[in-house]
């Protein structure tokens, strides 16, 4: 939902593919008050990840029982140095709290003990990778992968490695094999689907990122998304692109935001800038919209004037139309976008306060875009200090470049009506 975010983790960054994914045409037009120019949509795939811990000197405190397990462990060592399992807890606590060459010294020693166990592999090459320490790292893998092939992360982690060093078919092959074992295993199928588009089959990448989409992963929606709107392994569909952008981006996916963006700053063009290119984006936007109507049979659609955010509102369904009303509204809708507009002036008795920061977030992001009914809600908002300190400069700006009639009657209602806190 854009109600919901979704947290990113604590996955940092080691390593970028450098080949184009789902490349589409960028789309940089200009309303009659231009917004900002759009960054080009992000096109290569999102840079392989590897869990790794936070950094050694990160000022933020260490959460006490990480701390209460480190002592446990230690203390367990020091009652039996040759301890398998805190050893393991050992390594896996030093790895947290960001030490990570203790860690690995820790797990080389349980290993001295225990030569034979497979997660010690796992743990240590999970440890090397972080240093990226490619050929040892593979190495440990390989071994816990020989004393136990059913281990998952094994698989997947040297399908990573494989994939950072341009090892495109051996890392398929990792990869199928960690989803052999768990079909399940999202995050193996976005990588897969990436490896494969780089091995030009783009079919079979389009399913697998599409099945790790419906798990929910936002990065595979993002690129799934670009996929429909290039029609790379699909049928070409901007409808279908908004719909997975959409949802990568109610989890707050930047490049997904972006992509949103820049259709809507082409959807949003009028009269001699129109193109048929921003036509087919109005459209798009328009259609994504009716298609939101499937995922509530029970509503009755016939009500032109109403839609379905609107529709669910006046049922008493709030906390089912306000993440509709804000996917229609950011879709361009009008009747959803008055119906925020509403919300924030007014709010919902017993239910929503006034002045809410969420649908300001909406105004001014869609505003920046080029949308005039965004742009007007916000003139008035700044104008009559709705919420928040009058600034009628502020109001002003939003109004440049708008008709003149359009500006007077925004400004004289303004003018009739006493100010607000």
């Known amino acids: 939902m854009f109600l919901q975010r979704a947290t990113m983790g604590g996955w940092l960054l080691i390593a970028s593919a450098t080949l184009l994914c789902y490349q589409h045409p960028v789309m940089a037009q200009e309303d009659q008050s231009p917004p900002p120019a759009p960054e080009p949509i992000r096109e290569e795939p999102l840079p392989i990840e590897v869990l790794t811990p936070p950094p050694a000197s990160a000022t933020v405190p260490a959460p006490p029982s990480l701390l209460e397990t480190l002592t446990e462990a230690r203390r367990a060592l020091h009652i039996e140095p040759d301890a398998q399992e805190p050893r393991l807890v050992l390594g896996r606590t030093l790895f ?62 040297m399908g990573t490695i494989q994939y950072t ?37 783009e079919q079979d990448a389009a399913q697998e990122l599409e099945t790790a989409a419906l798990a929910g992963l936002a990065k595979a929606q993002y690129f799934l998304g ?37 259709l809507r700053r082409l959807a949003v063009l009028k009269g001699n800038l129109q193109t048929k290119q921003s036509k087919a984006a109005a459209e798009a936007f328009k259609n994504y919209c009716d298609q939101l109507w499937l995922d509530f049979p029970d509503l009755d659609q016939r009500q032109a004037t109403e839609t379905v955010g609107t529709t669910l509102l006046k049922q008493g369904r709030t906390a089912e139309a306000l993440p509709v009303l804000l996917r229609e509204a950011y879709a361009l809708n009008e009747i959803s ?9 007014q709010g919902l008795e017993g239910q929503l306060p006034p002045h ?47 008709p003149r009639d359009e500006v007077k009657r925004i400004l004289d209602e303004v003018a009739s009506e006493p100010s607000k806190p």
């Open 356 to 402: 809410g920061q969420w649908v300001m977030s909406y105004l001014e992001s869609t505003a920046a875009d080029g949308s005039v009914p965004s742009r007007m809600a916000l003139a008035r908002i700044y104008a009559k200090g709705l919420g928040l300190a009058p600034d009628l400069a502020k109001a002003k700006s939003y109004l440049r470049g708008l």
């Open 226 to 262: 670009n996929a429909y709107r290039s029609g790379q392994g699909v049928e070409k569909s901007q409808v279908m692109a908004i719909t997975w952008w959409a949802r990568a981006f109610e989890q707050g996916l930047p490049e997904a935001a972006q992509a949103l963006t820049q």
């Open 96 to 157: 947290q709290l960001g030490d990570t060459d203790g860690a690995i010294d820790e797990y080389r020693t349980a290993l001295r003990f225990h030569p034979t166990v497979a997660q010690a592999h796992v743990d240590l090459g999970t440890a090397l990778m972080a240093k990226q320490d490619w050929r040892a790292a593979m190495a440990e893998l390989q071994e816990a992968v020989r004393l136990d092939p059913t281990l998952v992360q094994a698989h997947y982690s």
């Open 337 to 345: 976008h008055a119906a925020l507009v509403q919300l924030y002036e």
């Open 165 to 201: 060093r341009g090892n495109v078919q051996s890392a398929i092959k990792a990869y199928q094999d960690a989803l052999q074992l768990k079909p399940d295993f999202a995050e193996a199928h976005y990588r897969l689907g990436l490896v494969l588009k780089v091995a030009g089959r």
